[in-house]
């Protein structure tokens, strides 16, 4: 008892002393994320999982707290995927090579022998999948940590009611580590998870769930999975359904996660924290409840249902631009599925009003050489200038010429210069 709470006490000072140090080589070495345009660093999940390691190795070395064969195992499983997701925060992986990495290092942990091939099988998606979903939830202050502490505590919980002394030990140095990255990661953060964190400790809590749950009932540890990461499987729902009915690549980024939508309905960033950190706890409370046997399936039915109405009524948030439409004159080549816009094309000045009419009854016609300009006379050979055409004859400047030209165009009779200087001589308006 006294070892545990000096180990929590040391993992919540060390995680948020080293947050705090690491924050000054992630800028230089412009390893940050931009969130509403600020520079946020992503080397706190460093700090989470070398303090989470290093307190439960000393506990092994001790023996105050022995992890034994199988926990030892996922928390070396659980370091690779942290360097993978360390790696990705550098240079930029792909996500289908996180979620294959993740899937590999899963496959080294399950417990075969006890769950069986088949469920040994879906374990390994689960828990790939999971951790990938725990990092969308760190596109937001303070939301990843939040339910990271939350989970770990319930889960924490479900492997002492097993007895797996060294599983509840790494689980409540993880829960310290991530209260003690709280401090720097509120709103306005100072300091995220980045993918090596957000991958570490979302692998270590699906795991970790697994365990706990396996050898029991296979239809009642899918609810208490579920119920036990729920922000995090709701979270990655949301994100595939609204991609995929909006016609967007289903691993491309964006803002459509739980705590952006939240947002657009109006929370504050800390509102949304609370939100999420009640849901994680009401989910975490009725899977702890129903592994422990102190609750039936019923709670599950209402963690299931209460997920469903989430994803439903959050779906109906907009969060995607609206796409420009296209404009101009589509045409089709080679046949009526390949079709390609071109631009309107610009045909020079427009045709006056009454001009055609005009045209028609002195008999004339635009000249062919020059369809879209309708104003210029045909060059057929020297001719005189005739008031009929209604452009000045060549040489001519001044205001009399341009006289003529409206009143050849317009029908209404235009007034001249000076009459133009009568008239705005009469109707200035005097000041003071």
């Known amino acids: 008892m006294l070892y545990g709470i000096a180990a929590a006490t040391a993992s919540f000072l060390l995680a948020a002393?080293?947050?705090?140090?690491?924050?000054?080589?992630?800028?230089?070495?412009?390893?940050?994320?931009r969130r509403r345009q600020r520079p946020v660093p992503l080397l706190g999940g460093v700090a989470v999982a070398l303090v989470t390691g290093l307190?439960?190795?000393?506990?092994?070395?001790?023996?105050?707290?022995?992890?034994?064969?199988?926990?030892?195992?996922?928390?070396?499983?659980?370091?690779?995927?942290?360097?993978?997701g360390l790696a990705a925060d550098v240079w930029r992986l792909r996500r289908r090579w996180l979620i294959a990495g993740t899937a590999v290092a899963?496959?080294?942990?399950?417990?075969?022998?006890?769950?069986?091939?088949?469920?040994?099988?879906?374990?390994?998606?689960?828990?790939?999948?999971?951790?990938?979903?725990f990092?969308?939830?760190?596109?937001?202050?303070?939301v990843a940590g939040t339910v990271g502490v939350v989970t770990a505590f319930g889960v924490g919980a479900c492997a002492a009611a097993e007895l797996m002394d060294g599983l509840a030990g790494l689980l409540s140095a993880l829960a310290?580590?991530?209260?003690g990255f709280l401090l720097h990661n509120g709103h306005p953060a100072r300091i995220a998870l980045g993918a090596c964190g957000s991958l570490f400790a979302g692998f270590v809590l699906a795991a970790s769930a697994v365990f706990t749950r396996a050898g029991h009932e296979p239809g009642t540890g899918v609810g208490v999975l579920f119920a036990l990461t729920a922000p995090a499987g709701v979270d990655a729902v949301l994100v595939l359904l609204s991609r995929r009915l909006a016609g967007r690549p289903l691993l491309r980024g964006g803002p459509d996660?739980?705590?952006?939508?939240?947002?657009r309905l109006g929370l504050t960033p800390q509102g949304a924290v609370v939100v999420l950190g009640v849901a994680s706890f009401c989910g975490v409370l009725v899977g702890v409840l129903v592994h422990t046997g102190w609750a039936g399936r019923t709670p599950l039915l209402w963690v299931a249902g209460g997920a469903v109405a989430v994803v439903a009524a959050l779906l109906r948030v907009r969060v995607y631009a609206p796409r420009k439409r296209r404009t101009g004159v589509r045409t089709r080549i080679g046949g009526p599925r390949t079709e390609r816009t071109e631009p309107p094309v610009r045909t020079g000045r427009t045709e006056p009003p009454g001009w055609a009419a005009r045209r028609a009854r002195s008999g004339q016609s635009g000249s062919p050489e020059s369809p879209g300009r309708p104003h210029e006379r045909p060059h057929e050979g020297p001719q005189e200038w005739s008031p009929e055409w209604p452009q000045e004859p060549p040489g001519a400047t001044g205001a009399p010429a341009r006289a003529a030209f409206r009143a050849t165009v317009f029908p209404v009779r235009q007034a001249g210069s000076e009459e133009n200087a009568q008239v705005s001589a009469s109707l200035r308006v005097r000041k003071g």
């Open 176 to 179: 310290a580590a991530l209260a």
């Open 55 to 84: 307190v439960a190795w000393a506990g092994d070395r001790t023996g105050a707290v022995p992890l034994g064969t199988g926990v030892g195992r996922l928390l070396v499983a659980a370091a690779a995927v942290g360097a993978l």
């Open 106 to 133: 899963a496959a080294c942990v399950v417990p075969y022998e006890v769950t069986g091939p088949v469920a040994g099988t879906l374990a390994v998606g689960w828990i790939a999948l999971v951790a990938v979903a």
């Open 135 to 142: 990092r969308g939830l760190d596109h937001a202050d303070g």
């Open 257 to 263: 996660h739980l705590a952006h939508r939240l947002r």
């Open 17 to 33: 002393l080293l947050a705090a140090l690491l924050r000054r080589p992630a800028l230089r070495l412009s390893l940050v994320d």
